[in-house]
């Protein structure tokens, strides 16, 4: 039971993350979470070096 309840605690701050690439159009969906006011998910750059021009959409777990 008392996992479980964790299990929900946890849930609450996980976000669906999806990234397109304004350059290539190469498109990414991420699990992340609330960090410090910010959504982290470790991504760093997309296939073609791109690491600035991309469209992002959140969306809760």
Not at 17 to 37: A, D, N, S
């Amino acid at each position: 039971m008392g996992t479980e309840q964790g299990e929900r605690i946890m849930s609450k701050d996980k976000y669906w993350v999806r990234i397109r690439c304004k350059r290539c159009g190469e498109r990414f969906i991420l699990k992340g979470r609330m960090r410090k006011g910010q959504i982290e998910t470790g991504f760093k750059q997309c296939l073609c070096d791109n690491q600035t021009d991309f469209d992002i959409h959140t969306e809760r777990c």
